[in-house]
């Protein structure tokens, strides 16, 4: 099937195609923001924040753009990290599962097939994650009121590419941000709600959300996002987290009313280390703990504007030095061991990154393979 979210930025509200949840879910190829996205999604934030009269479309900013506790920071550090690493990047909470195929209600009176993809899960060592990234994860809690809801950030981690966070929602009436299911982790995460007062939208990335079901409740919502920026966030810098919130439902907004805002800091200004791999083609990527980011216009034999769609990425493979292989995709297999892949991104839009569902050793590396094309260090 053809990736049919290929240009966003040719989408208006009117004209963005009436699919139901099923027939979104059901679209198994990678996300993709096509080259046009970052001069869309710049205009649409500038026309938004100048006519601040006009209505302002929800459902249009998310098709074109795809945060303390008393405890002192260095106890809060070596008390949570370890049950992080474990949840973020292991198997703690989740279950390796082959790839199946589910039935479910089209919303127009029949159903559709949904085909999920095998993903495995591996188990962390805390200390060993701790040497990779422990260094660079979040150490102080962040926490912001939002009408009756509060949103906690407990844990960050990042590369230039790719962002990994934990955090909760909590209401004492009952968490309205989110719609999900027993399947929606499998799938492309949760879903904003139809009723949700709250929207959350990190700046210059998108993202896939993970609902840890059994540690959520009713009025607490235990939560991971995997995102990927669309432009490198370099060492230093710290993303941000846009909040847009009403004391109504944001899609019932009227036309002359707009949603309040604010931006906040998310406290991963150090940035994880990033390796450069090529290949005899030409090729180039970069792997880090955390992610692997691969630029298709070089050696890979695709036009450039090939290289924009992700769908032209059939197969990732990490060779370690033990003989092991770590299965990153496999399209014609239907494996997908990332917690979120977003193509098209990058300053000449033909990259495509995967937030990795486990942590690499990098210095364990042999070599990596790209549609079976070997990539080495650059030394």
């Not at 474990?86 to 029949?110: I, M, P, Q």
Request: with cysteine.
């Amino acid at each position: 099937m053809k990736n049919n979210l290929i240009s966003y930025a040719e989408y208006t509200e009117e004209s963005f195609p009436d699919w139901t949840v099923e027939e979104f879910d059901s679209i198994q190829e990678n996300h993709h923001f096509s080259r046009h996205y970052k001069s869309a999604r710049n205009r649409t934030i500038r026309q938004y924040r100048r006519n601040r009269t006009g209505k302002w479309s929800l459902r249009t900013a998310a098709a074109v753009i795809a945060v303390c506790m008393a405890c002192p920071a260095a106890v809060y550090a070596s008390v949570t990290h370890a049950d992080f690493f474990r949840n973020a990047f292991g198997d703690a909470g989740r279950k390796s599962v082959a790839s199946h195929t589910e039935l479910a209600d089209n919303g127009k009176g029949g159903q559709i097939e949904i085909t999920y993809p095998e993903r495995n899960y591996v188990s962390v060592d805390p200390d060993k994650a701790d040497s990779l990234i422990g260094e660079q994860t979040s150490t102080e809690p962040v926490t912001v009121d939002i009408n009756d809801h509060k949103l906690t950030i407990l844990s960050a981690v990042r590369d230039r590419n790719a962002m990994t966070m934990e955090f909760t929602l909590e209401c004492s009436t009952g968490v309205t941000v989110y719609d999900f299911d027993s399947l929606s982790n499998e799938a492309k995460g949760a879903r904003s709600a139809e009723n949700a007062t709250i929207r959350l939208l990190f700046d210059n990335a998108a993202d896939n959300i993970y609902i840890d079901q059994e540690k959520s409740t009713d009025t607490l919502l235990h939560c991971y996002a995997y995102c990927v920026f669309v432009t490198p966030v370099e060492d230093g810098e710290e993303p941000k987290l846009d909040i847009y919130y009403a004391d109504t439902p944001l899609l019932s907004l009227p036309e002359n009313e707009k949603p309040q805002e604010k931006q906040i800091s998310i406290p991963v200004a150090k940035a994880a280390a990033v390796t450069a791999y090529s290949s005899e083609e030409g090729g180039y990527l970069e792997l880090s703990p955390i992610s692997c980011s691969i630029d298709l216009a070089k050696g890979l034999g695709l036009s450039q504007e090939e290289a924009y769609d992700p769908g032209n990425l059939a197969k990732v493979s990490i060779h370690y030095t033990d003989g092991s292989v770590y299965e990153v995709y496999d399209k014609d297999a239907n494996i997908d061991n990332t917690s979120y892949t977003l193509g098209g991104v990058g300053d000449n839009y033909s990259v495509t990154t995967m937030n990795l569902n486990r942590l690499m050793e990098v210095n364990q590396v042999d070599y990596i393979t790209v549609n079976d094309v070997p990539y080495t260090a650059v030394k």
